[in-house]
């Protein structure tokens, strides 16, 4: 059974920085790209960020280009995705989950998500 558990969520100031980890049991990180996804309040879910199983290219959505930086542990079945100079506008609920991706694209695939962890950014 696949199951995807995040961590690393908190109530951060803007200007700083928290690093997300999605810890994968079932599954090992070359059997699935794995990929982050936020919802905020009021809006619709958007992927954020995901890395490809295969060749481990990279994906960001625009609005965190240069802030954000996702790496995988394969030995420790573990994705990361560091967020510095946060801003107000990522406070949301961000979730991992199961991911086709590859440099220009990533979407949902699968279907297994993890319950998410609340990222709060706020003066």
């Known amino acids: 059974q696949v199951q995807l558990v995040e961590s690393g969520g908190g109530l951060v100031q803007p200007g700083e920085s928290l690093k997300l980890s999605c810890a994968a049991s079932?599954?090992?990180?070359?059997?699935?790209?794995i990929g982050w996804f936020r919802q905020a309040p009021g809006k619709e879910r958007e992927g954020v960020s995901c890395i490809s199983k295969s060749d481990g290219s990279t994906y960001y959505t625009n609005s965190v280009k240069g802030r954000f930086t996702i790496s995988r542990d394969n030995a420790k079945h573990t994705v990361y995705l560091q967020m510095n100079s946060l801003k107000p506008e990522d406070t949301a609920v961000y979730y991992c989950?199961?991911?086709?991706?590859?440099?220009?694209?990533?979407?949902?695939?699968?279907?297994?998500w993890g319950q998410g962890t609340q990222v709060t950014v706020s003066s």
């Open positions: 079932g599954v090992t990180l070359d059997t699935y790209s």
């Open positions: 989950a199961t991911v086709r991706s590859g440099s220009h694209y990533c979407y949902s695939y699968a279907n297994y």
